[in-house]
């Protein structure tokens, strides 16, 4: 088991950046495959983007360009650089490990204000 613990999120202006991470409780070295989704109020929580042990990366369409993931196995940590926010961009953001089962973190507030 894992425990999943993310900070970074906060309020910022639109065209601004942020930058979240995720401390994992244990080494994430053999979990395959770590991400972050996010959910909107009143949607359903969406993928933003996964990056796997070599070093894969996939992104939604959405965030292509602007959001970089990144993980440290070092430090137990997966990183989420988000560049040129929108408003459209403002949601609870979730850490998720994929290994036998899927563990998630509570989630981190981004707010993105016009």
């Known amino acids: 088991q894992v425990q999943l613990v993310e900070s970074g999120g906060g309020l910022v202006q639109a065209g601004g950046s942020l930058r979240l991470s995720c401390a994992a409780s244990?080494?994430?070295?053999?979990?395959?495959?770590m991400g972050w989704y996010r959910q909107a109020p009143g949607k359903q929580r969406d993928l933003v983007a996964t990056?796997?042990?070599?070093?894969?990366?996939n992104y939604a369409d959405s965030v292509k360009g602007r959001f970089t993931i990144s993980r440290d196995g070092a430090r137990d940590t997966v990183s989420l650089q988000m560049n040129s926010l929108k408003i459209e961009d403002t949601a609870v953001y979730y850490c998720?490990?994929?290994?036998?089962?899927?563990?998630w973190g509570q989630g981190t507030q981004v707010t993105v204000s016009a």
């Open positions: 998720v490990a994929v290994a036998t089962t899927s563990y």
């Open positions: 244990r080494s994430i070295f053999r979990i395959n495959v």
């Open positions: 990056i796997t042990r070599s070093g894969n990366t």
